[in-house]
Each structure stands twice: as C-alpha cells, then as structure tokens.
C-alpha cells in the first residue's frame, strides 16, 4: 500500500507508474481533493491509468449534496462507500455504484496503554465546531452536547477538553466553558493516551444511525464511553456492558456521578468494549472493501 500524501497534477502519473497499484482508493475532504479542479484532474489522470477508482465519502450525510456528490460528480470513480446507509439507494438511482461502508479503528494507533500526563477524571477528545453547529442548530451533535457536556458545566463537574474551539462554544452550549479546563489541539496519534487515562470519556455521536470515527477509537484504546443512546450506537454496543449511553441531561448526570464513584465497574466495561470493538478494525473494513467490489466485478 501506498499513501499519496499531497498531490498535484504532476504527482498522479508519477505515483501511478513508479508503484503500479492494483486499486486506488479516495477518501473524505482535504487538502487533496478541496477543489473542483483538484477533483477534475484526479478523475482524469486516474481514468486514464484503468486501474479501479473508489471514493469513501466519510462527509455522508451532513455534506452529500454540498461536498460529496459534486466530487463524484467530477471525479466519476467506479465504485462509491458511504458512512450513511440510507445513501445507498440515492446513489444508485443516480446511476452511481454505491455501498455501505463504516469507520473503525487501527490498533497500531488505538490500543491500551496509559499515561499520568493525560489522567482526569471526565474528558472530552473532539474539535468543538461551532461555526457548523451555528449554521445547523438541528444537526444531532448539538442535541448530543448538549445532552452529554451542558448539565456537566452547569453542576461545575469538572470536564477537560482537548480539541479546537472548545473557548468558542459559549454561545452555542449557553455555559462557558472555564479556560483552565480547555487544552487545545491534540495530535491524532496522542489521543489514545487520554482515552484509557480517564476515568471516563464523554463521546458526543453527530447522527442518530451512524457512529462517529471516535466511537471505535475510544473502545479500541481500551477507554470508558459515555455517549448519546441513539439507535446507531444501540445497533453495534450494549448499554452497561460495552459502554454506556445517556437520553437526558438528568441521566448524564447519574451516569457519571455513579461510575466516578465504581471506577472497577468503568474497568470492567471497559475491557469489555475493547473486545468487542476488535471485529471493526480497519483490517476487516479492508477485507469487506475487497470482497464487495470483487462481487461487483471491479477487481478480478
């Protein structure tokens, strides 16, 4: 496997002869593909190649007609994966090749382990996105924070935030957050550290169907999970055994009293999600990806 790193109209070709891959696999919004003729001319140069193109659009559902289905659009790859299951269909009848594929987590990355440096007792590993949530006061991440982190600040249960914009989610919480609980950026490889070094994590979900990526990252890390009781996360985990999940402000509050009072029951849950969480590694995400477009005759 190769990863391209940032690439231009020149790099493409490039890769493409010097590492003669079998696949070529894009995925989500960034710095590679954020523009439309970025988009144009990956489509083009990887056309060109005949080596099979699939898109992971990771920004389902939020930004499917804003991001997702304009870069397919531009970029025609032959085969589609989508975050949102109830996608599938909507690319299909507009003639897209498309099927469901969800996040999971690498154990290289995401793995037990434990660091003095990063333990509290309730933390929160996330970027705060207050310009979305302002734009999209229904998006179910608002009613996720405010579920699980406003009745926290409002009892002052201390609450230590790594990510950005954490300092500009007054407005949208209607509680400030106080300065000295908020840590900023975190790299991604660090995270891992925080989450088995808490007592407990707090993992906002941003769909009711649909789990975030951190949802796997935080049970492969062998961390404790209080986050939203949506159907998504009800489908994949068991309340009390794998995690817990909270419906109320009321109940976050009970929750996180309790299992801050019982920190051998966080362990025994803990341990628990971890093994249940091994079957979403990205290895078998990798396999599912091989045998449904082999059944779809991509590869051969």
């Known amino acids: 496997m ?7 109209e020149f790099t493409i070709p490039d890769l493409i002869s010097r590492f003669q891959p079998d696949l070529i696999f894009s995925e989500g919004w960034g710095e590679e593909n954020d523009a439309a003729w970025k988009q144009e001319f990956i489509g083009k140069q990887v056309k060109e190649s005949g080596i099979p193109h699939i898109y992971w659009a990771v920004e389902d559902p939020h930004f499917t007609l804003d991001f997702s289905l304009p870069l397919i659009v531009r970029m025609k790859p032959d085969f589609v994966f989508t975050l949102s299951e109830p996608l599938i269909n909507f690319y299909k009848k507009l ?6 594929l969800d996040f999971g987590f690498e154990p290289s990355i995401h793995h037990p382990s434990s660091d003095s440096e990063y333990s509290c007792s309730v933390a929160v590993v996330a970027n705060a996105y207050p310009h979305v949530l302002k734009q999209s006061p229904n998006h179910y991440r608002n009613i996720s924070l405010q579920t699980l982190i406003k009745p926290l600040l409002k009892e002052n249960i201390r609450v230590d935030f790594w990510g ?26 660090e995270a891992y550290k925080i989450y088995n070094s808490s007592q407990i994590i707090i993992g906002p979900q941003n769909y009711k169907s649909q789990v975030t990526q951190r949802t796997y990252e935080i049970l492969g890390s062998g961390g404790f999970l209080l986050t939203s009781d949506t159907p998504g996360v009800r489908d994949l985990f068991q309340h009390g055994e794998d995690l817990v999940v909270s419906a109320s402000e009321e109940q976050t509050i009970e929750l996180v009293r309790y299992y801050l009072d019982h920190p051998e029951e966080c362990k025994k849950i803990s341990k628990q999600g971890h093994q249940t969480v091994s079957k979403h590694s990205y290895q078998n995400r990798a396999k599912q990806v091989i045998q449904i477009i082999l059944d779809e005759g991509i590869l051969k």
């Open 2 to 8: 190769l990863v391209s790193g940032r690439i231009s």
């Open 95 to 100: 003639g897209i090749r498309a099927a469901h």
């Open 164 to 189: 950005q914009d954490w300092d500009k989610m007054g407005d949208v919480l209607g509680v400030d957050i106080p300065k000295n609980w908020i840590h900023g950026y975190l790299p991604y490889r």
